[in-house]
T-cell receptor, first 113, second 119 residues
């Protein structure tokens, strides 16, 4: 089992709809979870971080964390064509030497106008 | 600097040649990471530096790959005797306190990457 798993997609949603991106992770000590967005040919950029169970909202983005189920998701409300990108889930493992971010392979999102 | 910078932005080389990739992290960031991303694939962790020591080299794919870092600044990733399967984007990231539990808002910030093509 991969440490961080995401559906590769592509996930296609119409403009204005809610896009739901999911991520599961293996059983390791993790306290921090991140969503990065990566446009084609560009480097990843951080869009959301979440540390506690429940929901965290930031503008059109909502991150949801359920540690018991080892599940983290990202909801994008009112999806726009500019949201079309690959979304990478990252889980922080606290190693004996420090922190290590483990990334999923990413989900391709396509928002159709 | 304002962000993580990497050079060169693009590199084309012939199979068997050595290449050196450079990363300048954000000023003050103690932790530095190298990743590889093949076309259409996810991020593959290569190596992690805390200061100028590398406590995690587990991702280096072979002994042709090596990296070093000077203090808490520049890092270089060297690939010897390049092979075609080394073709990828090599991304560098830095963070402020790699050795401490991450606090709210702290994470890794990525450079623009070096696109390596081995012919």
């Amino acid at each position: 089992q991969k440490e961080v798993e995401q559906n590769s997609g592509p996930l296609s949603v119409p403009e204005g709809a809610i896009a739901s991106l999911n991520c599961t992770y293996s059983d390791r000590v993790s306290q921090s979870f991140f969503w990065y967005r990566q446009y084609s040919g560009k480097s990843p950029e951080l869009i959301m971080s979440i540390y506690s169970n429940g929901d965290k909202e930031d503008g059109r983005f909502t991150a949801q964390l359920n540690k018991a189920s080892q599940y983290v998701s990202l909801l994008i409300r009112d999806s726009q064509p500019s949201d079309s990108a690959t979304y990478l889930c990252a889980v922080n493992w606290e190693m004996e030497y420090g922190n290590k971010l483990v990334f999923g392979a990413g989900t391709i999102l396509r928002v159709k106008s | 600097g304002a962000g993580v910078s990497q050079s060169p932005s693009n590199k084309v080389t012939e199979k068997g040649k050595d290449v050196e990739l450079r990363c300048d992290p954000i000023s003050g960031h103690t932790a530095l990471y190298w990743y590889r991303q093949r076309l259409g694939q996810g991020l593959e962790f290569l190596i992690y530096f805390q200061g100028n020591s590398a406590p995690d080299k587990s991702g280096l794919p072979s002994d042709r790959f090596s990296a070093e870092r000077t203090g808490e600044s520049v890092s270089t990733l060297t690939i010897q005797r390049t092979q075609q399967e080394d073709s990828a984007v090599y991304l560098c990231a830095s963070s402020f306190l790699g050795a401490a539990p991450l606090t709210e808002g702290e994470t890794q910030y990525f450079g623009p990457g070096t696109r390596l093509l081995v012919l």
